[in-house]
């Protein structure tokens, strides 16, 4: 919930800092004294537009900044901004300068605006003046529509989503296929002369570095032979065996004899054993005639194929198989087509299966909303109040249908105050008050599902009076059981419906207006709500009925009953 506002030169606001309890919070006071301002305040806070017009004359900032406690559910999404020492309390912070420079944070750390506002939607949903018109807008009816209906929706919507993946896996292969076969058609001529080339030559891997290596040697052959035969000369002739013959004739007579002709005989072996292969590597080394041009010419034709295909061996070998691939491709391309469209086919359809099924749970659920929406709204003095839900088919600009995740359905909610008028979307509806109840409305019959922590609303009461007040009162008073209310109002009925409530007034000083608030307590509340009840004129007959409803009304909504009706006086 929000538990803490501080604001600090924004307009009339000099500075106000105050904390806020659970349930239906009531700001009440003279018109003209601000309330709308904290709400503007607030909105900012949240990542609203922001300007230097909004702070006070002859400052150069303006500080906004809203404490927000977290219940245990409410944490997940905001782990990264939370610590061990603050791991349930979240600090929005605004700044704004006269260059018109920004500042926003979230404890303490700097974020752009736009993820403060992505941010602030989990935690708060404002109507008003400064609200994002969440009702309003078309796009997102289907997502009210859908938590309305609730449960009843989660398998097909769970289903129709894994459907629609492996819909756009398929569709994504089949384009993916048809756009390369294309390609390869077209190249298929060129690629069938390089496989060609390449498996002509019979290319090995590590080739070029043999040969490179067998030119070095075939290059400095005569060199090479003169060496190793030399080589062989000298061991066949060291006179070795001579040597272990005539210590062998003397190993009788000491130990030491013995062992020295043992170990000369040892190197008799590995000399032995040298000798043939120096025998063996000068025979191999003796070149065939024309054995250096050959080596020569093969590393060319193999330089020629590494600057055509990559620059190594490997690189040819693989450019060699990917030809090889994309040819096996083509002349299985039919096949391969029939096979893909098959599947992305199915696929497609298993999607609209799911979709026409969520459509129809859709329509059940929104025949329901209308019964309901009609009921509250009739409450809250629209008497002849018409609501409809509009389900159209979502089309391209090419006018054909649109598939999606969430379905097929378009969604638009249709409003009409006055009887005989035709439903219209809600978006043209005008008048702040009329959507401030609608968004009761709504919240009313779709707070068990909402998440949001904390409500405000502003204007709610524009247009009402009496007992249809009273009525918006005990509905406020029902979603405050399960969500935080900040609620500005100027109805007796509504301000005494409140858990808690705070008064706005202007105070000047000797240079300017500002605006203050502070909290009351029981007695002051009886005098904000017999100002309200009586105006300027506050006797001690309109103190005792603000007493008698103050009352009532927190007995009446103990009770879960709409307020009895009071009628202002004065």
């Known amino acids: 919930m929000l538990s803490h506002i501080y604001v600090r030169n924004f307009g009339l606001i000099r500075e106000i800092d105050t904390d806020l309890t659970e349930g239906l919070n009531i700001i009440s006071g003279e018109t003209g004294t601000g309330k709308s301002m904290i709400i503007q305040a607030i909105h900012v806070a949240l990542g609203g537009r922001g300007s230097a017009s909004m702070i006070t004359d002859g400052e150069n900032r303006a500080l906004v900044q809203l404490v927000f406690t977290l219940q245990d559910s409410?944490?997940?999404?905001?782990?990264?901004?939370?610590?061990?020492?603050?791991?349930?309390?979240?600090?929005?912070?605004?700044?704004?300068?006269?260059?018109?420079?920004?500042?926003?944070?979230?404890?303490?750390?700097?974020?752009?605006?736009?993820?403060?506002?992505?941010?602030?939607?989990?935690?708060?949903?404002?109507?008003?003046?400064?609200?994002?018109?969440?009702?309003?807008?078309?796009?997102?009816?289907?997502?009210?529509?859908?938590?309305?209906?609730?449960?009843?929706?989660?398998?097909?919507?769970?289903?129709?989503?894994?459907?629609?993946?492996?819909?756009?896996?398929?569709?994504?292969?089949?384009?993916?296929?048809?756009?390369?076969?294309?390609?390869?058609?077209?190249?298929?001529?060129?690629?069938?002369?390089?496989?060609?080339?390449?498996?002509?030559c019979h290319v090995r891997e590590g080739e070029d570095q043999e040969l490179e290596e067998r030119i070095h040697v075939l290059s400095n052959a005569e060199k090479i032979y003169d060496a190793l035969n030399e080589s062989y000369r000298i061991l066949y002739?060291?006179?070795?065996?001579?040597?272990?013959?005539?210590?062998?004739?003397?190993?009788?007579?000491?130990?030491?004899?013995?062992?020295?002709?043992?170990?000369?005989?040892?190197?008799?072996?590995?000399?032995?054993?040298?000798?043939?292969?120096?025998?063996?590597?000068?025979?191999?080394?003796?070149?065939?005639?024309?054995?250096?041009?050959?080596?020569?010419?093969?590393?060319?034709?193999?330089?020629?194929?590494?600057?055509?295909?990559?620059?190594?061996?490997?690189?040819?070998?693989?450019?060699?198989?990917?030809?090889?691939?994309?040819?096996?491709?083509?002349?299985?391309?039919?096949?391969?087509?029939?096979?893909?469209?098959?599947?992305?086919?199915?696929?497609?359809?298993?999607?609209l299966r799911l979709s026409a099924d969520l459509s129809l749970k859709r329509k059940a659920a929104a025949a329901l909303l209308e019964k309901t929406m009609k009921t509250e709204l009739a409450e809250l003095n629209f008497r002849n109040a018409d609501f409809l839900v509009q389900f159209t088919e979502k089309r391209n600009q090419k006018d054909q249908l649109q598939l999606s995740a969430g379905g097929t359905d378009q969604i638009e909610f249709l409003f009409s105050a006055n009887k005989g008028a035709a439903p219209r979307p809600l978006a043209e509806i005008a008048s702040g008050g009329e959507i401030s109840r609608i968004s009761l409305a709504f919240k009313r019959i779709t707070s068990d599902h909402d998440h949001t922590g904390t409500m405000v609303f502003d204007e709610i009461d524009t247009g009402i009076s009496g007992r249809t007040a009273s009525i918006v009162a005990a509905k406020m008073h029902m979603i405050a059981r399960s969500h935080q209310i900040l609620?500005?109002?100027?109805?007796?009925?509504?301000?005494?419906?409140?858990?808690s409530q705070y008064l706005i007034n202007k105070t000047e000083d000797d240079d300017a207006s500002y605006t203050t608030i502070s909290p009351l307590d029981h007695n002051g509340r009886i005098e904000e709500i017999a100002r309200l009840l009586g105006g300027t004129n506050i006797t001690e007959t309109t103190r005792k009925s603000a007493e008698e409803l103050l009352a009532a009304s927190h007995s009446n909504n103990s009770e879960n009953r709409p307020e009895q009706e009071v009628v202002s006086q004065g």
């Open 74 to 200: 409410e944490i997940q999404p905001f782990e990264r901004y939370l610590s061990g020492d603050n791991d349930h309390e979240l600090i929005f912070t605004r700044e704004l300068s006269r260059s018109g420079r920004s500042l926003a944070r979230i404890n303490g750390e700097i974020v752009k605006v736009a993820e403060l506002s992505d941010a602030s939607r989990r935690l708060v949903d404002i109507h008003g003046q400064y609200d994002n018109q969440f009702f309003l807008d078309p796009e997102r009816h289907v997502e009210i529509l859908d938590s309305f209906a609730g449960q009843d929706l989660l398998p097909v919507r769970k289903e129709l989503s894994e459907a629609f993946k492996r819909y756009t896996e398929k569709r994504s292969a089949l384009s993916r296929f048809r756009k390369n076969r294309s390609e390869y058609l077209r190249e298929r001529d060129f690629m069938k002369y390089e496989l060609d080339e390449i498996n002509t």
């Open 487 to 499: 609620c500005i109002t100027h109805l007796p009925q509504i301000a005494a419906a409140g858990d």
């Open 237 to 351: 002739q060291s006179g070795i065996d001579k040597c272990v013959s005539l210590l062998s004739g003397i190993a009788e007579y000491s130990e030491t004899y013995a062992r020295l002709g043992s170990q000369i005989a040892d190197c008799s072996y590995t000399l032995s054993d040298l000798q043939e292969e120096l025998r063996v590597a000068r025979d191999q080394s003796e070149m065939t005639p024309g054995e250096l041009d050959e080596a020569i010419t093969r590393v060319s034709l193999l330089d020629n194929l590494k600057r055509k295909y990559g620059g190594t061996l490997t690189s040819v070998l693989e450019h060699r198989d990917e030809c090889a691939r994309k040819l096996a491709l083509t002349e299985d391309s039919e096949e391969l087509e029939q096979q893909l469209s098959e599947e992305y086919r199915e696929a497609r359809n298993e999607v």
